[in-house]
């Protein structure tokens, strides 16, 4: 199982078997099958002797012995993935003198065995064994706050290894009561500071976190606001915003249950329900294409003109949800009728 | 400029600046501005002399000097970003020897400056200097593949660093002919290896690609097919199904411009136009929630009952492109009519 999880990790950048719902109609929906660490938690010494015999070795540049015979061989712990690579996870404290040896003779035995990609795991704790790695030919896959994942293409067929997460994901929140006034607020930061626009809230749709969800917390967060969810409206691609990755921004409406405006102090300067109208004269949204064409998409779906993308919630077994988004007016049986969150 | 662009790199996690869109209406359709390296590369030695009274020096922990007194202190370079803090781009070699006590120094006088976050870039030639900043306190905040980012935050408040990319993308694509057959594929590899079963192209969209893009590239790749794109039917999304990461998966409808299917050999085991009544009547798109519906919109959609979301291109004066998609059917008139790529 766990293995199998690996393989996803790992899956190659080419290949669809890193999407788990076109791979596994099982797990189409389910993301609990995911939702366990992919790599194994057993405790491990970090490294194993093995037998090999020098016949067996041709393919390992890096040892020479002579033919025929058998040699002890320090090895590091690794599992196999699903896609023809290993994966070590370094557990135990280690010398960066012993770590060096070891996964340099891993290295020659996973190529003798024709290995592709090796995954290498380091936790944070284990940072002096960076540099070892960093030698040795490994380059940086990602990291994570506690640990940094390296990775090493044996092959001299071109690395076919999957990229990292490559977008960040955020939402714009339409909200607006029954006498046509939008939500909207004045940042303390940003470039709007000081300048006196008014803007939909906005914020980051965390990690493991539902689009729909982040809009509903974000306008608590910021305004305190009570809504439900209703569409996503429109989203647009950007790239190269944060450092080298592309973003990913849902333009949602949701419906007001509350009205009463408790803003948030730490980022918002002020937040008030502003007339749509008014919303719409300002001079940036009328100058900047953007915020025009998405103030001609609210004022019409205000209008009842305009139907978006509705997420539909399917619930595992195991209770791990996952949302389809489509436009339910053109095919409102799609199935069960357990509709949104 | 690079400030500017480096204060978009380290927005806060929780302001809406790190969204450029949203804050900075002169940037929200060109990604222009953001397409620089967030790093100044102007040569350095790596840290520099400069002279602080004790006196001033109250801040800094690390340090201690009698009052009153002037020491030569050295520090590290660093920029200030737009959030409070600085960033340190290691550019010259260093012994971890000389790049410890300049750390430690560095993160005093900062201190003293009541600096918040703290940015380390490291490039992967430089991995001899992450156990020292490591021992310092820093943490891992990302990495790609030729250098690691590590953060560190001064202020006894709560960290507000943004996090890192958290989702991942991919596209599946529903190209129908005019005598109502899809194109279809049997992969290598994958959950489906052996199994029979046909499905549509699928793949990863790369950072800094179009959605669009990458569903026509997907299916020239693994079929040799032409297309073009019409429009974004659906979306879904998922957690946890890579590493910790979440994935946005775009079911696109793409019309055929060829007809001769030259698969490729690598990944796709065969490919072919089949008709979408026998697609659909395979037992795991009957069984899979997920396959079943995207098969009743994709059916919905062939018959003209469905409507998705269409991309409208901007192009920058910088030649950069974003696109928003959005229900062209209901709102025509959106700007310019330059539609698509």
């Known amino acids: 199982m766990t293995l199998n999880v690996v393989g996803h990790g790992v899956a190659y950048r080419e290949k669809v078997s890193e999407f788990p719902w076109i791979d596994n109609p099982a797990k189409t929906f389910l993301a609990s099958s995911f939702a366990v660490p992919p790599f ?3 405790p491990t010494l970090g490294y194993r002797n093995i037998s090999i015999s020098a016949s067996s070795m041709s393919g390992a540049k890096q040892l020479a012995m002579p033919e025929n015979t058998i040699e002890q ?11 023809g690579g290993v994966i070590v996870n370094i557990e135990q404290p280690m010398d960066s003198g ?15 065995q024709e290995k592709k990609g090796v995954w290498l795991k380091l936790p944070i704790e284990h940072a002096n064994l960076i540099e070892s790695a960093v030698k ?21 067929t071109a690395d076919t290894l999957p990229a990292n997460a490559s977008h960040r994901v955020g939402i714009g929140a339409f909200v607006m009561n029954s006498t046509r006034e939008v939500l909207v607020v004045q940042e303390k930061n940003g470039r709007f500071k000081g300048t006196g626009v008014w803007k939909f809230p906005t914020g980051v749709v965390d990690e493991g976190e539902d689009i729909c969800a982040a809009a509903i917390r974000e306008v608590k967060e910021e305004t305190g606001i009570e809504t439900e969810f209703v569409e996503v409206l429109a989203f647009r691609q950007s790239h190269k915003s944060y450092f080298s990755k592309s973003d990913l921004f849902f333009v949602c409406m949701l419906q007001p249950r509350s009205f009463d405006i408790q803003k948030q102090n730490l980022e918002i300067e002020a937040a008030q329900w502003m007339s749509v ?3 719409i004269a300002q001079p940036f949204v009328q100058k900047q294409e953007l915020f025009s064409s998405v103030a001609k998409i609210c004022l019409a779906k ?3 003109d305009y139907v978006g993308f509705s997420p539909y919630c399917s619930t595992t077994s195991s209770g791990k949800r996952s949302f389809l988004y489509f436009n339910n007016q053109d095919l409102k049986h799609i199935g069960a009728s357990d509709k949104q969150q």
């Not at 061989?73 to 896609?83: I, K, Y």
């Not at 040896?101 to 996973?110: C, D, G, R, T, V």
């Open 40 to 42: 194994p938690k057993r």
């Open 73 to 83: 061989v320090e090895l590091l712990t690794s599992v196999n993935d699903a896609h």
């Open 98 to 112: 012993v770590f060096a040896p070891l996964l340099k003779a891993s290295i020659s035995e996973w190529r003798n």
């Open 136 to 156: 040795e030919g490994f380059r940086y896959h990602h990291a994570e706050p506690n640990y940094l994942m390296l990775v090493y293409w044996i092959p001299e």
């Open 277 to 279: 109208e008014d919303y």
């Open 302 to 304: 205000s209008n009842k």
